[in-house]
Nanobody, 121 residues
Framework: QVQLVESGGGSVPAGGSLRLSCATS?????MAWFRQAPGKEREGIAA????????YYSDSVKGRFTISQDKGTDTLTLQMDNLKPEDTAIYYC?????????????????WGQGTQVTVSS
């Protein structure tokens, strides 16, 4: 079992920044951030393969968001800069124990409760 608890969401104007944190009971093979906007499917936006350090980003956030891990505090973070109104969504932390297609929600067995991010224009 893996427990995930997100924090750090909020409301910011366009161009602002937020830093999301995910406290995890342990790091797994692949850890990722997903988001889901109203009426849309859950979207994989950033992932980290924890042993290799390899990172992946969706085109929609590449160059603006950064995923990282702190093994000292067992925390996965998502630094979000230059936020846009289209980034408004509920953001979820997810963990996969084994090989995963990083952007596929079906490959992740463990999920946090989500944190709301709202970006105003």
């Amino acid at each position: 079992q893996v427990q995930l608890v997100e924090s750090g969401g909020g409301s910011v104007p366009a161009g602002g920044s937020l830093r999301l944190s995910c406290a995890t009971s342990k790091f797994t093979y692949c850890m990722a951030w997903f988001r889901q906007a109203p009426g849309k499917e859950r979207e994989g936006i950033a992932a980290l393969y924890t042993e290799s350090g390899r990172q992946y980003y969706s085109d929609s956030v590449k160059g603006r968001f950064t995923i990282s891990q702190d093994k000292g505090t067992d925390t996965l973070t998502l630094q979000m800069d230059n936020l846009k109104p289209e980034d408004t969504a509920i953001y979820y932390c997810a963990a996969s124990l084994g090989p995963a297609v990083w952007y596929s929600p079906a490959d992740f067995a463990y999920w946090g409760q989500g944190t709301q991010v709202t970006v105003s224009s």
